[in-house]
Nanobody
Framework: QVQAVESGGGLVQPGGSLRLSCAASGFTFSSYRMNWYRQAPGKERELVASIGSTGQSTNYADSVKGRFTISRDNAKNTVYLQMTSLKPEDTAVYYC?????????WGQGTQVTVSS
């Protein structure tokens, strides 16, 4: 079955950087767009970044544009989110997902906390 295991979160000071990873399985990873989402306490889950199946097409939420970079390694079935210049408002649980594979599936996510 579909599985996505997110990792790489943690506590970081404002202005710092983190690199999130998501190892996916249960589907043909190289054929699908992959998305990163986040959910902050008391807020709805939002789409942060998206990457096409070959990695050539990327899109970002306005709030992270210029600070976050999404990438993928199809040989490793892994998608990444490089986050720089982190702000307290980036604090959230981050999830990855192949939106067209199993709309109802969500992994456990990885917590990112930006605080001094």
């Amino acid at each position: 079955q579909v599985q996505a295991v997110e990792s790489g979160g943690g506590l970081v000071q404002p202005g710092g950087s983190l690199r999130l990873s998501c190892a996916a399985s249960g589907f043909t990873f190289s054929s699908y767009r992959m998305n990163w989402y986040r959910q902050a306490p008391g807020k709805e889950r939002e789409l942060v970044a998206s990457i096409g199946s070959t990695g050539q097409s990327t899109n970002y939420a306005d709030s992270v544009k210029g600070r976050f970079t999404i990438s993928r390694d199809n040989a490793k079935n892994t998608v990444y989110l490089q986050m720089t210049s982190l702000k307290p408002e980036d604090t959230a649980v981050y999830y990855c997902k192949a939106p067209s594979v199993d709309p109802d599936y969500w992994g456990q996510g990885t917590q990112v906390t930006v605080s001094s």
